[in-house]
Every structure is written in structure tokens, then in C-alpha cells.
């Protein structure tokens, strides 16, 4: 008998890609995947659960299908991935609407799981959490123009205020024939945009090959049909000289690096755990910028880490200042159990780190206003994603914006554009820190 399931997806891409993955294998065993909860038999809820904001956000849609549940609207939850492997008995203990777990080990499981929480059950599945998944189908969530590829699983660079090492395992690189196969179809399906993701893609096949393997993975993947190669996340220690050669020479991979530095106090970075100094990563931003003409640099910063004195804020923020970052996300610290930064001395006050976050935010919005400034009169390559009602014109995303997390280009033009094209767009103002333009000298060929 096939069951009707409607799956959730909260956090990170690669946590889409797993939540993709059990899709098809459900649907591969003869049961139907539907668009909404609201009379389903079972919603499975693949959650996150790295920092408190992720977890209050799953503790929601948990909360949200209990109630779906209690109307006589759902049969049935199940809740997989970071939060439950983190938290499995405080859910079991607190969260009795919950059916079934699974931990971000038993993937795979889906199947067995459904069967056995449809049939009264309540299965709980927590396999090896450092197991990789590495073939099989997956049913895309994204549009049909995007999609994303994860190259490996898990993260062995145990920085202090980071708990994934222990909940998605050691970092393990997937086999490059795999990667390639799959590559194969999604450009076989007409993908255009192919967005490799992983903790660190920069560390891909350090530990299955014994070296850096991502500059001969991206020369593989550029001989496919694919117009756009983003990577994320590139980190500042393993981006080597070969590797910037690769993304110097081949045109598809786009010129928008995603490194989170974290922060670039010296003392900051040590007690992050992380590798390198503050020195180094101003040196390799500098290199990117003379090797990659018009690269966009994205990172992500903390705030608040234990320790932080204002001197050492202060640092970052001239930093920011000087380097002129194009993309930054910027996070206040959040003490996770079972990490050492959770239980260092000189903890700051959340609302001190908070108005550093807020500080640091509007330092960075100016930077990018400048940057969108700087590039009014030019024609730039779009992807559009359709038509905008609120906007009442078309909307989409150069090379500079990475989709869900950068910005948007909306555009006028005298017919119609699909969907997944790529058009040149003459950029003529700003709103609300995006880009407004018009379509420049294009004919639908279609």
C-alpha cells in the first residue's frame, strides 16, 4: 500500500539534498510524495539543529504538524536529521506527538521507517553517523535550472564553537565517479546553475585520495552541459594556487568565492580553532582579486565569542572596512553544548554581542550599496527566475548572487522571458539594497 508523505527540509543545502535523496527512495518503494502536510498520511521533518535559532525553528514545524495531527489533518510525524541525532531522547521525552527518528546516519532508512511508524510503530533508526550515501536518485526541489551536488559529507575541522563533527560525522570525501554520474544527469535534465556544496568543498579528496582533488573534480565538471559552477564553502586554508588556476582558466566555474573566515583577530582565531592568521587570509583575498577579475567574495563572521574585547571587534570591523567584502553573513555566537566554546571563561553578554552584530551588519550593508552603486550602466548576465508580482516586472541573479542567501536583479522587458534564461540586463538603479534594471538587446530564440 502507498502512503501519502510530505516532506520538510529546514537548514543547510546539503541537509535538501538528504531530505531529496529520502524522497526518491520513498517513491522508488511505491508510496506518493505530496506538496503539503494538510492531509498526508506522514510529514517527515528533516531538521537542523547547529545553533539555537535552527532549533527553535524545527521545535516550530514540529509543533505545527502536532497540531495538523491533533485536527485529524496528519496521520503521522517523523522527524530526522541534525536536531533529532543532537537531541533524540529530550525529543522523545518532550515531544510525544513525535511517531519516529532518525538519525543524520539512517538516511537510507527512510523506507523501513515509514512502513514501521504507518503500521503503529515507533521506529527509531540511528545508524553510523559517519556512513555516506554516495549513489542513488533524488528528487529535486529546487527549480529546474538549479540544483545542487554535495561533494562530501561531514567536517573533521573541529572548530571550537562547532558541533557538526559530532552530529554529521568526520569529513569524507564522496568518490569522483559518483559525483561525475550524477553530474551527468542533472545536466542531462537541463540544469544550468550547479552548485557544489559540502562543510569544506576545498578539502574534497584530501582523505580518500591523499590530496586536494577539487581542481581535477571542477576541470570534469566543466566539460558538462552546465553554464554556471558555484562552489560553497571554500575554506581560506586549502584554497591552493592549483585551485585558483583551475577557476582562473575555466569560465563556467563563476567568479564568487563563499569563505567563512569567522573573524581576523590573531587570538580570536586560535581560540576558534581555526588555521591560519589574519595576515594569510588578507594575503589570499588579495591574490583572488588579482587572479579572478570582478570576483565576489561571500563570508560569514561571529561575534561574541567568548573573549572578544572591543579592541579585537574593532579590528574586524576595519577589516571589513578595508577589504570591502562584497557578501557577509554575520552571526551572533551561540554557546553549543558539547563544544569547548561553550564552557570558556569571559562568556559576553548577549546583548553586548548582539549590538555587535547589529554594528557590524550596517557596516557591511554600506559596503554592499557602494558595491551596487559602482555597477549602475553596466550589462550584466542574468538568470531569471520569472516574473515578480509584488515587484511587477521579472527578477533574478548574476553570478554574484547565490540563490536563498544574496541578492536579487528585478528588470523590465517587452515580452515575455523564460524561466532559466540568461539575458543581459543594463542595471539602472538601486531599491532596498537590490538591483533594478532592463533587459539589454534580447531576442527569445526559444
Not at 529546514?10 to 531530505?19: E, I, S, T
Request: charged fraction near 25%.
Amino acid at each position: 500500500m502507498g502512503y501519502s508523505i510530505a516532506f520538510i527540509s529546514l537548514g543547510c543545502d546539503k541537509n535538501r539534498v538528504n531530505c531529496e535523496q529520502m524522497a526518491a527512495l520513498v517513491q522508488d518503494a511505491g508510496h506518493f510524495v505530496v506538496d503539503e502536510p494538510e492531509g498526508a498520511d506522514l510529514c517527515v521533518i528533516n531538521t537542523c539543529g547547529f545553533i539555537d535559532a535552527a532549533k527553535e525553528e524545527a521545535i516550530a514545524n514540529i509543533l505545527e504538524m502536532a497540531a495538523l495531527k491533533e485536527q485529524g489533518l496528519l496521520k503521522k510525524i517523523l522527524v530526522t536529521g541534525c536536531l533529532s541525532q543532537r537531541y533524540r531522547e529530550e525529543i522523545k521525552e518532550e515531544l510525544p506527538e513525535v511517531d519516529g527518528l532518525l538519525g543524520t546516519g539512517s538516511y537510507t532508512d527512510i523506507v523501513a521507517a515509514v512502513e514501521e511508524v504507518m503500521s503503529e510503530g515507533r521506529p527509531e533508526y540511528f545508524g553510523d553517523i559517519n556512513n555516506t550515501f554516495e549513489d542513488g536518485d533524488r528528487m529535486i526541489s529546487t527549480n529546474s535550472w538549479t540544483a545542487y551536488l554535495k561533494i562530501a559529507e561531514g567536517c573533521s575541522n573541529r572548530c571550537a564553537f562547532c558541533a557538526i563533527p559530532s552530529i554529521r560525522g568526520k569529513y569524507r570525501s564522496r568518490s569522483m565517479e559518483s559525483i561525475l554520474a550524477e553530474a551527468r544527469v542533472l545536466a542531462d535534465e537541463g540544469v544550468q546553475e550547479l552548485i557544489l556544496i559540502a562543510q569544506d568543498v576545498s578539502r574534497y579528496g584530501k582523505e580518500r585520495y591523499g590530496r586536494y582533488m577539487l581542481p581535477q573534480l571542477l576541470t570534469e565538471l566543466c566539460k558538462l552541459d552546465f553554464h554556471w559552477i558555484r562552489l560553497h564553502y571554500l575554506y581560506p586554508d586549502a584554497i591552493t594556487d592549483e585551485l585558483i588556476d583551475v577557476m582562473a582558466r575555466e569560465k563556467k566555474i563563476v567568479n564568487y568565492v563563499d569563505i567563512p573566515i569567522q573573524h581576523v583577530s590573531d587570538r580570536i582565531l586560535t581560540a576558534m580553532c581555526r588555521r591560519g592568521t589574519k595576515a594569510q587570509i588578507t594575503e589570499l583575498f588579495h591574490t583572488l582579486r588579482r587572479r579572478l577579475p570582478g570576483v565576489v567574495i561571500r563570508t560569514s563572521l561571529i561575534c561574541g565569542l567568548p573573549g572578544e574585547s572591543e579592541e579585537e571587534f574593532d579590528e574586524l570591523c576595519r577589516f571589513l572596512r578595508e577589504e570591502r567584502l562584497e557578501r557577509a553573513g554575520v552571526f551572533q555566537f551561540s554557546p553549543e553544548e558539547g563544544t569547548p566554546a561553550a564552557t570558556m571563561p569571559d562568556q559576553i553578554p548577549a546583548e553586548t554581542a548582539q549590538r555587535r552584530v547589529e554594528l557590524l551588519t550596517d557596516l557591511q550593508s554600506r559596503v554592499m550599496d557602494d558595491w551596487n552603486e559602482a555597477h549602475l550602466g553596466q550589462v550584466v548576465e542574468v538568470l531569471c527566475e520569472g516574473f515578480d508580482e509584488n515587484m511587477g516586472c521579472w527578477a533574478g541573479r548574476t553570478y554574484a548572487d547565490s540563490p536563498g542567501i544574496d541578492g536579487t536583479v528585478y528588470f523590465t522587458a517587452a515580452g515575455e522571458v523564460p524561466a532559466g534564461t540568461f539575458v543581459p540586463v543594463l542595471l539602472t538603479g538601486t531599491e532596498d539594497g537590490e538591483l533594478l534594471g532592463e533587459i539589454d538587446q534580447w531576442e527569445d530564440t526559444l
